[in-house]
């Protein structure tokens, strides 16, 4: 129909399959999201990290490079499980400041603009809503993640030879494994905390409070009750002693690995009620 | 095929009952959804789109059942709230696209059609703005073109004109009226504004507390009511009564000149004046009973 016409005509083409119709709402978010010089300027400062673990890995396998800089090869960390934690320590903090930085505008704007009527009168559910909602997160910390943690991996598995690969290829498991979970988490966790509250700014008080604010809640806890249990009220400690585990490091924890595990699920479980709770297409006010 | 089929429809928030045993079966082009604040219009429209869960009966919008058919239901049918919805920082015509992809259509036709919807509500020259920088009569018109794109079946528009001033308010009155005669959809409308209703719809559903307390065909109604006629006559209109009912109308004497009086089938005006003129008797009042919208509406309140 031509614009100049006008007038209204009922619509016959064909349609798309609905268990795709989740990708539109990222694919939506992400042109907005890329307009924000800050957001793409943090991107590109994600990848600085891996490009120096990668040539760390390249520099630590070409010892005249380090004699032309006079670096003794003695003081080169060896390229092993505890390289590659460090690594998931490291870009998985830089994850949690991207996950600040996104979270908040994923449903706290629809919550302040009474969007989800909109979304929930057409043949899209609320699971598919958070899927979509998610996809954009955790395309965005896969991509400063586990992407990058598999090619720094690649590129020590191609200058060590087969031997190394085939004896530590479960570390590259490990990896993905281990920040796959925690962009999951990360990616839940905003959501629901972005659909706790209608303002975005305190969205992202509240993400940025619960990520870098639990390790003083914890050790506050455990100084007051005298306990270790208030440990797990720290989400980044939790997932490091579950990294330990995964990366097969036995350091001296104070939380055990059991309860780490069981914290981040009872965790993950709150963040799962709280979205259905409050992603609904209307409240009953009492 | 009926629209709207409401079979023993009943919905609770807790222990309180909203709606209760809702049964009626409407097949008009454009229905109207009336009552007062708080008689359970919005619920019931909530519940037809599969927001609220019915605690008892079923409903049948264009033969698919609510508690069965949920996805058909919202593949056929548009939604406009009655609040202000929209999603922040996004241009009308991404965001209308977008709640186009959302019905399934194609992301090139979803923007064909984006377009198109926004040019036919009038929102053509601000298509490429910020909804949030709309003023609130644009937002209606942009709500309106989401619930559009998909080309639906079942157009359901909750206080289609809230805050709207009388030229917007016209606007999306004419608008109304134009889907409703294009006969490519059909239209439940809800609203408290009897005028809106009595200018757009064709069947009127009244609620009160919850209970269905009138159903009624407007056009029907308004045929009707041209058979009913009140006259004031001065002079010597002394067997006036006996004359008319010779012409095979009910004619009734309520005193002082004035009359009432039922019509038969074709009967022509024509012949009253006639009578009148041969008598010399000056019919000063002659109007056609008028029962509008407007006292459907309080009979059925006084229930």
Not at chain 1, 41 to 65: D, G, K, Q, R, T
Not at chain 1, 190 to 208: C, M, R
Not at chain 2, 60 to 70: A, Q
Not at chain 2, 203 to 229: D, H, T, W, Y
Request: hydrophobic share 45%; proline share 3%.
């Amino acid at each position: 129909m031509a614009v100049y016409k006008q007038t209204y005509k009922p619509y016959g083409g064909s349609q798309t399959p609905r268990w795709s119709r989740f990708l539109i709402l990222g694919r939506s978010s992400y042109g907005r999201l890329m307009q924000s010089r800050f957001l793409v300027l943090y991107l590109m400062a994600c990848f600085f990290f891996p490009v120096l673990c990668a040539v760390f890995v390249y520099a630590s396998h070409n010892l005249s490079i380090l004699e032309s800089l006079n670096i003794p090869a003695s003081r080169i960390f060896q390229i092993n499980n505890q390289f590659f934690e460090f690594y998931c320590g490291f870009q998985g903090g830089m994850a949690c400041l991207l996950t600040a930085f996104i979270g908040p505008g994923l449903v706290a704007p629809d919550l302040a603009n009474r969007a989800l009527p909109l979304y929930f009168s057409r043949p899209f559910g609320r699971a598919e809503y958070v899927a979509g909602k998610m996809s954009l997160l955790l395309y965005l910390l896969s991509l400063i993640t586990w992407i990058p943690g598999l090619f720094v991996f690649g590129v020590q598995a191609e200058l060590a030879g087969w031997h190394w690969t085939r004896d530590n290829v479960w570390i590259a498991g490990s990896l993905l494994a281990g920040l796959i979970i925690w962009d999951l988490f990360l990616a839940l966790m905003a959501l629901a905390l972005s659909a706790s509250v209608k303002w975005s700014l305190a969205a992202g008080a509240l993400i940025l409070g619960v990520l870098f604010a639990g390790g003083g809640l914890a050790a506050a806890v455990n100084s007051i009750v005298r306990t270790n249990y208030g440990s797990l009220l720290d989400l980044r400690q939790v997932m490091s002693v579950i990294w330990s585990q995964m990366f097969r490091d036995e350091q001296a924890t104070n939380v055990p690995v059991g309860q780490a595990w069981i914290a981040l699920a009872a965790a993950a479980a709150i963040c799962i009620w709280l979205l259905a709770r409050r992603v609904k297409a209307f409240e009953v006010v009492k | 095929m009926s629209v709207l089929e409401l079979d023993g429809l009943g919905v609770r928030f807790g222990r309180r009952e909203i709606l209760a045993d809702l049964r009626v079966s409407l097949s008009g082009r454009s229905i109207g959804l009336l009552g007062p604040n708080g008689a359970g219009k919005s619920t019931l429209i909530q519940t037809l789109v599969g927001f609220c869960q019915p605690s008892s009966g079923t409903a049948r919008v264009l033969g698919y059942d609510i508690r069965r058919d949920l996805p058909q239901i919202r593949a056929t049918v548009g939604y406009m709230p009655e609040n202000d919805a929209f999603v922040a920082n996004m241009t009308a015509v991404a965001f209308v696209r977008m709640m186009g992809e959302l019905s399934g259509l194609p992301s090139d036709a979803a923007l064909e059609r984006a377009h198109e919807a926004l040019f036919y509500v009038g929102l053509g020259e601000a298509r490429y703005r910020l909804l949030g920088t709309y003023s609130l009569g644009m937002k209606q018109l942009a709500k309106l073109a989401q619930a559009i794109v998909h080309g639906p079946k079942l157009l359901i528009l909750d206080e289609p004109t809230n805050g709207l001033d009388p030229p917007a308010r016209q606007r999306m009155i004419r608008l109304i009226q134009q889907m409703r005669d294009s006969g490519e959809m059909r239209l439940l409308i809800c609203s408290h504004l009897l005028r809106d209703v009595e200018e757009t719809c064709e069947e009127v559903l009244i609620l009160k507390q919850g209970r269905i307390v009138q159903s009624c065909n407007l056009e029907e109604e308004r045929r009707a009511n041209r058979r009913f006629v009140e006259l004031e006559a001065v002079g010597h209109h002394h067997g006036f009564s006996d004359a008319m009912a010779a012409l095979g109308c009910e004619c009734s004497h309520l005193g002082l000149g004035r009359f009432r009086m039922v019509l038969p089938e074709g009967f022509e005006l024509r012949e009253i004046y006639r009578w009148a003129s041969s008598r010399e008797v000056e019919l000063r009042r002659l109007n056609y009973r008028r029962d509008t919208l407007e006292e459907i509406f309080m009979k059925a309140m006084e229930h």
